[in-house]
């Protein structure tokens, strides 16, 4: 799971330096990722256990001006379900080998 969370944020960090930011930049933007990615984690941890309106607020919290949050909620409930039928190794395998 490390090596995965390393590889997330590696490729930001080089997709922000595409992009044309500066060292200084790039620190404070990785900065800022980093502490919304870790936000939302903790938003969700207890995921299952929330009501569909617990869910909506939750994801409302990072995308306040999104007009379509209920497809949205169905769309992640859907993925979860998805995800809890397979392996993570079954999902890297798939991606690596498309």
Same mark, same amino acid.
């Given at each position: 799971?490390?090596? *995965? %969370?390393?590889?997330?944020?590696?490729?930001?960090?080089?997709?922000?330096?595409? *992009?044309? %930011?500066?060292?200084?930049? *790039?620190?404070?933007?990785?900065?800022? %990722?980093?502490?919304?990615?870790?936000?939302?984690?903790? =938003?969700?941890?207890?995921?299952?256990?929330?009501?569909?309106?617990?869910? *909506?607020?939750?994801?409302?919290?990072?995308?306040?001006?999104?007009?379509?949050?209920?497809?949205?909620?169905? %769309?992640?409930? =859907?993925?979860?379900?998805?995800?809890?039928?397979?392996?993570?190794?079954?999902?890297?395998?798939?991606?690596?080998?498309?």
């Amino acid at each position: 799971m490390q090596e *995965i %969370y390393d590889f997330n944020f590696r490729q930001l960090e080089l997709s922000i330096r595409e *992009i044309g %930011y500066g060292d200084q930049s *790039i620190n404070k933007k990785m900065k800022d %990722y980093i502490n919304l990615f870790h936000s939302m984690v903790s =938003e969700i941890h207890f995921w299952d256990n929330l009501s569909k309106n617990e869910k *909506i607020n939750k994801i409302s919290i990072f995308l306040s001006d999104f007009e379509n949050i209920d497809h949205l909620l169905d %769309y992640f409930e =859907e993925f979860n379900e998805n995800l809890s039928k397979k392996t993570l190794n079954s999902y890297l395998k798939s991606v690596s080998n498309p």
